[in-house]
């Protein structure tokens, strides 16, 4: 059974309205043992001081209930970063914060560096550039949303040289792929796909993953983190947890 869910949203992302407590007790019943708390951030419309002030008073409710239910379940500090290659001095800041890991997204038809939408070769190709410079830039612990430009066109159109830069860039800058469930013609499937996390695990000498369902309601918890488990250890993948900005595999 998946021990770790490191990607959950709390009532402090504008999207979720669940409490911390609740996000405890929901967890703590289905048996996981760490959940990530990855509350949005979006620099591109929120002030830095803001953003700030609300994961202060985040990170010390989640440091209360960790002293509550120490020995039953853990909550993992973190925060999902829009293009955060473009807010180098801003998440300097915010690594001053007492963040387990951090998690970068390229968000690309709404986010501060819009994917231009035309063929889907072009810009697939120049969805990769970006996702290539989140890595090259090293601000974040965490590379979500590998492949979701998939999902706008329901084909593959990336090629294989793209593919490899972006592998090449993660083995040498030790960042994490998060594995997550999406949910495409009623089936729920995950990404990155199958083929480019085998790819990931041949590149890579040290293949990091975590485990991540994005959930913003306790009814979007999805079935089938114990499927994507499965499927990293058919590929040899070890998914992992981070405490203080350290991995470990669990």
Same mark, same amino acid.
């Given at each position: 059974? $998946?021990?770790?869910?490191?990607?959950?949203? =709390?009532?402090? #992302?504008?999207? #979720?309205?669940?409490?911390?407590?609740?996000?405890?007790?929901?967890?703590?019943?289905?048996?996981?043992?760490?959940? *990530?708390?990855?509350?949005?951030?979006?620099?591109?419309?929120? +002030?830095?001081?803001?953003?700030?002030?609300?994961?202060?008073?985040? +990170?010390?409710?989640?440091?209360?209930? +960790?002293?509550?239910?120490?020995?039953?379940?853990?909550?993992?500090?973190?925060?999902?970063?829009?293009?955060?290659?473009?807010?180098?001095?801003?998440?300097?800041?915010?690594?001053?914060?007492?963040?387990?890991?951090?998690?970068?997204?390229?968000r690309p038809f709404s986010g501060g560096d819009?994917?231009k939408l035309t063929t889907g070769e072009r810009?697939?190709?120049?969805?990769?550039?970006k996702i290539l410079k989140m890595i090259e830039?090293?601000?974040?612990?965490?590379?979500?949303?590998?492949?979701?430009?998939?999902?706008?066109? *329901?084909?593959?159109? =990336?090629?294989?040289?793209? $593919?490899?830069?972006?592998?090449?860039?993660? +083995?040498? =800058?030790?960042? #994490?792929?998060?594995? #997550?469930?999406?949910?495409?013609?009623?089936?729920?499937?995950?990404?990155?796909? $199958?083929?480019?996390?085998?790819?990931?695990?041949?590149?890579?000498?040290?293949?990091?993953?975590?485990? *991540?369902?994005?959930?913003?309601?306790?009814?979007?918890?999805?079935?089938?983190?114990?499927?994507?488990?499965?499927?990293?250890?058919?590929?040899?993948?070890?998914? *992992?947890?981070?405490?203080?900005?350290?991995?470990?595999?669990?």
């Amino acid at each position: 059974m $998946i021990k770790a869910d490191m990607h959950v949203h =709390s009532k402090y #992302s504008h999207e #979720s309205n669940m409490e911390l407590e609740q996000i405890t007790e929901l967890f703590l019943e289905k048996g996981i043992h760490y959940v *990530g708390i990855a509350d949005s951030v979006d620099l591109e419309r929120e +002030n830095i001081e803001d953003v700030i002030e609300r994961f202060q008073i985040r +990170n010390a409710k989640i440091d209360q209930l +960790n002293e509550k239910y120490e020995g039953k379940i853990t909550l993992l500090k973190s925060a999902e970063i829009g293009e955060p290659y473009l807010y180098q001095e801003e998440i300097k800041r915010l690594d001053e914060l007492d963040f387990d890991y951090t998690v970068g997204v390229i968000r690309p038809f709404s986010g501060g560096d819009k994917v231009k939408l035309t063929t889907g070769e072009r810009t697939t190709k120049e969805y990769y550039q970006k996702i290539l410079k989140m890595i090259e830039a090293g601000n974040v612990d965490v590379i979500r949303h590998l492949d979701l430009i998939d999902a706008y066109f *329901g084909k593959d159109y =990336s090629a294989l040289k793209q $593919i490899s830069e972006v592998m090449h860039a993660l +083995n040498d =800058s030790h960042q #994490s792929l998060e594995i #997550s469930p999406f949910i495409r013609k009623k089936t729920i499937e995950f990404y990155p796909s $199958i083929q480019k996390l085998c790819f990931y695990r041949l590149k890579c000498e040290d293949a990091r993953v975590i485990i *991540g369902s994005d959930t913003h309601r306790p009814e979007e918890l999805p079935k089938n983190l114990d499927d994507i488990e499965y499927a990293c250890t058919e590929i040899g993948l070890v998914p *992992g947890i981070y405490q203080k900005r350290k991995f470990e595999r669990i």
